[in-house]
């Protein structure tokens, strides 16, 4: 069964400072690959995602993730953080021949002023 | 976030009623699925499909049924509403076909009394 581990449940960074929030898969298959944010009282909404090619993936708001295939990681990245990035963060792994995703169980990410 | 259209958005339902959830997708995207969204549980999936006619268990799928009759619609029935069926609950989308894409719909607060 696949399975995705988020390791920090919750950072608290200041602004300006550089993000690195871990995740780490386990299925042997292809995977797509995604970071979905959740703003409070909203929605998830998309990051980024990979699915093939360059393993350095851009996404919205200044983040990127880096696969990772030796390591089975997709490690979320940004160099400077605002306070609005305030939110729950998720990593999913998409299994395309089950046709359903996993969740990993998010980081709130708290950026103090 | 036009593209998954999820209602009611707000719901309070009395313990034995039931209720459908609907959730329409105008992208012809083919793996659709159902989450529920609880503090400190993540998104935990119900149920999902990979294409019309096609449906499957997630890892929480008692006390909901699904269908897929056409590729744009996903209902979630359930069948006899419970206190424990107090949540949130996310409808997503999936196409891996050209450039990948996967979107949420905006939720809907379900409180069973």
């Known amino acids: 069964a696949q399975s995705v581990s988020q390791h920090n449940h919750h950072v608290i960074l200041s602004e300006a400072a550089s993000l690195e929030l871990g995740c780490n898969y386990s299925?042997?298959?292809?995977?797509?690959l995604f970071w979905y944010v959740q703003y409070p009282g909203q929605h998830l909404q998309l990051l980024l995602k990979?699915?093939?090619?360059?393993?350095l993936v851009k996404g919205i708001k200044g983040f990127e993730a880096e696969f990772i295939k030796s390591k089975f990681s997709f490690n979320l990245r940004k160099p400077s953080v605002q306070w609005s990035d305030t939110a729950e963060y998720f990593c999913?792994?998409?299994?395309?021949?089950?046709?359903?995703?996993?969740f990993g169980d998010g980081t709130t990410l708290t950026v103090k002023p | 976030n036009a593209g998954v259209t999820q209602t009611p958005k707000f719901q309070v339902l009395k313990t034995g009623q039931s209720m459908t959830l609907q959730c329409a997708q105008d992208?012809?995207?083919?793996?659709m699925s159902w989450y529920r969204q609880d503090p400190g549980m993540g998104l935990r999936l119900i149920h999902y499909?990979?294409?019309?006619?096609?449906?499957d268990q997630g890892e929480v799928p008692n006390g909901y049924n699904v269908s897929r009759s056409t590729t744009e619609d996903f209902p979630l029935r359930l069948l006899s509403a419970a206190p424990s069926q107090t949540s949130v609950y996310f409808c997503?989308?999936?196409?891996?076909?050209?450039?990948?894409?996967?979107?949420f719909g905006q939720g809907t607060r379900l409180t069973v009394v």
């Open positions: 997503a989308s999936v196409s891996l076909i050209g450039n990948t894409e996967a979107f």
């Open positions: 999913a792994v998409f299994n395309t021949n089950a046709g359903k995703s996993t």
């Open positions: 299925y042997g298959g292809t995977v797509n």
């Open positions: 499909s990979v294409g019309a006619g096609i449906t």
């Open positions: 990979y699915f093939s090619g360059d393993p």
């Open positions: 992208m012809n995207h083919e793996y």
